[in-house]
DNA sequence: GTCCATGCAAACTGTTTGCACGCGC
DNA sequence: GCGCGTGCAAACAGTTTGCATGGAC
């Protein structure tokens, strides 16, 4: 598994450790390849290893993304999700009904990104497009009780 | 003022009312062509008129984005920046060293949104395009405290 | 006068931190 | 065994809510 070596590598290189905690989230983000709360982390955490707390989870993740092993995302809601950085970069829609997210690519990013780097002389290390709106179904049920009302 | 006629017409024909509040939030975020945080805003509305109280913020907040007339936006820190809407829509850019704002166009987005909306039938209201990453002047200053490591 | 909006303080959510113990190296 | 990492609980920041009073219409 390239990232746990790279994870290793890392903290070697900088006197600090892998311990069980962090392989365990590391594998977790790894493993579901979708955008995990803290506490969802933390309860799939538990299960495989019945002592991991709350507090070294959010420790955990901030060093991994400082590594660049994990991106955190703000979509919408109030808290923040987490994802394994994936080779090609990648962003999110959620519905404002039901809060299904759909994944997708865009290439111009990066495209605006360097134009703006150029621009204005700033180094771009995270990119993020996040649109919200309605999926289909609840578009519908959108239009159905606007009739309810009339 | 535009905006606080269609505050105006949209209360009414919901049955709620405007009050001295809501005019002062949607004054200040008008005047002030930025992103405010709630705190801001609130300490702004008292220098306006003493008793404005930073729940009734917080509530004016909610009001004005469903109606449309501000926009939520998190860049990057764990609070939320509102602003009015404007004519043309714009991104942010956040410097992770010093926490300057630059913002900056992309008409590319609503092409990759349009997209997006056709492929997935998903109705898009929102947009948001957030990068991060140094500006020249942290640029200069990480690779001056990186040699003083060495 | 009616009923929505406000102020206040308390509650709540997500996240961070201080400290004594535990464990990777 | 040294020192970083952990668990726990308390602290914290931002935001929301319940309730009695105030004010728009």
């Known amino acids: 598994m390239l990232s ?14 892998l311990t069980r905690q962090r392989r365990i989230v590391l594998e977790i983000l790894k493993e579901s390849q979708e955008h995990l709360d803290a506490e ?4 799939q955490a538990k299960a495989r290893d019945s002592q991991v707390s709350l ?12 590594i660049g092993l994990v991106e955190e995302h ?3 809601e109030g808290h923040a999700h987490f994802e394994a950085v994936q ?28 134009a703006l780097g150029e621009r204005e002389g700033v180094e771009i290390t995270t990119t993020h497009l996040f ?9 519908q049920e959108r ?5 309810d009302q009339l």
Do not use: W
């Open 131 to 139: 649109f919200s709106g309605y999926c289909p179904q609840c578009q």
């Open 4 to 17: 746990e070596e790279r994870l290793n590598a890392t903290l070697h290189a900088s006197g600090r450790r």
């Open 55 to 66: 507090a070294t989870v959010y420790r955990t993740l901030a060093l991994l993304k400082e």
């Open 74 to 76: 703000r979509l919408g």
């Open 87 to 114: 080779s090609s970069p990648h962003y999110h829609f959620t519905c404002l009904g039901c809060g299904r997210v759909i994944e997708f690519d865009a290439p111009q990013v990066m495209e605006v990104a360097r």
């Open 143 to 147: 239009r159905n009780s606007r009739n």
């Open 40 to 43: 969802t982390i933390h309860d």
